[in-house]
T-cell receptor, first 115, second 115 residues
Framework: SQTIHQWPATLVQPVGSPLSLECTVE??????LYWYRQAAGRGLQLLFY??????ISSEVPQNLSASRPQDRQFILSSKKLLLSDSGFYLC??????????????FGAGSRLTVL | AQSVTQLDSQVPVFEEAPVELRCNYS??????LFWYVQYPNQGLQLLLK??????LVKGINGFEAEFNKSQTSFHLRKPSVHISDTAEYFC?????????????FGAGTRLFVKA
């Protein structure tokens, strides 16, 4: 069966420090991968998505970047965190195939607090 | 460009009462529609999805939703809620983007079931 892992689960970082959140998927190959941010009272905002290694689509210009160094690994990074980067970050994957009908499966999330 | 509007940010309701959570979407092409549920400090889980065919879709935990193309709506309903239904509910639309299919979420509706 497929599983998705995110870490760390909780992170407290000072303003200006770097960030690396990691997401890995097991039990599937060539998944579509997504990073969402959930800020308090604002729902889920799509940040990045990837259909393959090295292929990243950015939805919102911001202080963050994403990379996909391996088929089942998706990393969210920042060189210098801002207060506004605080939030709950969710990684998700979707099955292969040219279909939007595939359901997103989410990880448990990473809660980032920038102080 | 697609967007999803959830008309109520919070819905308080008494146990065993019926509930409707409203969702409207805009899209220039055919879409797939979803409802997800999020329990505190967890990722999202799929409740139900509309792909095609019957406009009334049944999901888990006794929830159902009706797709109305003319009104571009996909409202979620349950005839009798339980305390355990207290959670945040997200309506979502999946549509083809430049780099593959992407799913856009509404801002969420917090359902609070009171005894």
């Amino acid at each position: 069966s497929q599983t998705i892992h995110q870490w760390p689960a909780t992170l407290v970082q000072p303003v200006g420090s770097p960030l690396s959140l990691e997401c890995t998927v097991e039990g599937t190959s060539n998944p579509n991968l997504y990073w969402y941010r959930q800020a308090a009272g604002r729902g889920l905002q799509l940040l990045f998505y990837s259909v393959g290694i090295g292929q990243i689509s950015s939805e919102v210009p911001q202080n963050l970047s994403a990379s996909r160094p391996q088929d089942r690994q998706f990393i969210l990074s920042s060189k210098k965190l801002l207060l506004s980067d605080s939030g709950f970050y969710l990684c998700a994957w979707k099955g292969t195939g040219d279909s939007g009908a595939n359901v997103l499966t989410f990880g448990a999330g990473s809660r980032l607090t920038v102080l | 460009a697609q967007s999803v509007t959830q008309l109520d940010s919070q819905v308080p309701v008494f146990e065993e009462a019926p509930v409707e959570l409203r969702c409207n979407y805009s899209s220039s092409v055919s879409v797939y529609l979803f409802w997800y549920v999020q329990y505190p400090n967890q990722g999202l889980q799929l409740l139900l999805k509309y792909l095609s065919g019957s406009t009334l879709v049944k999901g888990i935990n006794g929830f159902e939703a009706e797709f109305n193309k003319s009104q571009t709506s996909f409202h979620l309903r349950k005839p009798s809620v339980h305390i355990s239904d207290t959670a945040e509910y997200f309506c979502a639309v999946s549509e083809r983007g430049t780099g593959g299919f992407k799913t856009i979420f509404g801002a969420g509706t917090r359902l609070f079931v009171k005894a």
